[in-house]
């Protein structure tokens, strides 16, 4: 039976909790992460810096920080049976967000893990990219970089994929690609690890589930195709007649439009002001100059082919466009936004544990009533 339409279809527009830690407007295009505009915070703080506002309210001082930092540093080794999954994940050709939700989960089998909720966040934050970059080298037929301790941690994760200490550009591009996504309001994945730790499972669970439902399609956006669209134009005198096409096709411009923001994603604005520092120290400037003279071009298009709509440059496309740059292949980008957001699904869980409250959301039935049961010989 046809279910009813009905407005609370997926739970838009329910109000399911109370936070501190984001604030998402999409009618004014504004992200608070802890009070702070996300294109105040994210291009100048660590992520240690932004880890710890998430986790405690406020911004950390000197002595915290550098405590919190040994802290975080000192867990990113891997049990080695979590490295052992990984390589039999390796063997299978497993894809990196399958072997990253069970590596997560397996990361109860560290000394101590579930213990203390707050113990096991600084695990997961420290352990994601090593979990990341080790499977990636492994699929690679290279064995895991042992991590390094005196390392931030954006150039620790970039260590952990190349074996070499990044220049200081490419670690301050990274950072604030982790900051900026480090959360974002309810959104899937975050809602499941807060219903998940809401029966007073533990943190592991939590983050394994949020996982989980980043992997799927219509969570995580589309980064790379956002970039496979700027290759294919290839020119930028290509640009127009291949984006005409497309919309007279009736297919959707890759990086553009947001399902909450109405007008230009915030992080898209952080992102891009991050790319053109980071392609002004270097990479590939024609690539840099061609994504936005297709960027333009799009909104152009855009505004023209569908006036009554408004739809901006979203995070997808200056996601890709950085991550590229600092040389992550586009089988990286959902398991590195992962590196990020795991902060955020870390302090939700931590939030929904003090709250005390199992989410029990009620249904509508609207299936069928008084049916009579049938033996199988009659029916």
Known sequence: MEAKSDSRQGLEGVVAAATRLSSVDGEAGVLLLAGFPVEHLAPLATFEEVTCLLWNGVLPGAAELADFRLRLASRRALPPPVLDLLRAAARRRVPAMDALRMAAGALSLGEGVGEDPREDAVTLVAAFPTIVASYHRLLAGREPVAPREDLGHAASYLHLLAGEVPAAERARGLETYLNTVSDHGFNASTFTARVIVSTRSDLVSGVAGAVGALKGPLHGGAPGPALDMVFAIGRADRAEAVLRNKLARGERLMGFGHRVYRVRDPRADVLAEAAERFYGHGGDRALYDLARHVEATALRLLREHKPDRRLDTNVEF??????????????????????????????????????????????????????????????
């Open 318 to 379: 200056y996601t890709a466009l950085l991550l590229h740059g600092l040389g992550l292949p586009t089988e990286l980008f959902t398991p590195t936004f992962a590196v990020g957001r795991v902060a955020g699904w870390t302090a939700h869980c931590l939030e929904q544990l003090a709250n005390g409250r199992l989410i029990r959301p009620q249904s509508e039935y609207v299936g069928e009533r008084g049916r009579q049961w049938v033996p199988v010989e009659a029916r």
